[in-house]
Nanobody
Framework: VQLQASGGGLVQAGGSLRLSCAAS????????MAWHRQLPGKQRELVAA????????YYLEAVKGRFTISRDNAKNTVYLQMNSLKPEDTAVYIC??????????????WGQGTLVTVSS
């Protein structure tokens, strides 16, 4: 399984970005998906997760009300809409496939990450 993330870039504080993660394999709809983020020298953290059908979601407290995770199973793609971005959101954002239909702990495939930089 290959996960290709895109959509990162440089944005001013208060702006928006939409990240996409395209999966290479069928049966995408059988698995939960998630976005993590990582800053240099810091532990990776789970930002948002979504169940295989899209009915269940999880958000890191710091992004609730600003970020929205969604998926299009027909396109094998998961999205992260990020609004009201803050400088502390600056990180490499990495998509991952959960090991089951909905998972916030165990992930078995990871993408390469896309850099999001928020300037103040």
């Amino acid at each position: 399984v290959q996960l290709q993330a895109s959509g990162g870039g440089l944005v001013q504080a208060g702006g928006s970005l939409r990240l996409s993660c395209a999966a290479s394999r069928r049966a995408f709809s059988n698995y939960g998906m998630a976005w993590h983020r990582q800053l240099p020298g810091k532990q990776r953290e789970l930002v948002a997760a979504i169940s295989n059908g899209g009915s269940r979601t999880y958000y890191l407290e710091a992004v609730k009300g600003r970020f929205t995770i969604s998926r299009d199973n027909a396109k094998n793609t998961v999205y992260l809409q990020m609004n009201s971005l803050k400088p502390e959101d600056t990180a490499v954002y990495i998509c991952a496939r959960g090991s089951g239909t909905y998972n916030t702990v165990t992930f078995d495939y990871w993408g390469q990450g896309t850099l999001v930089t928020v300037s103040s």
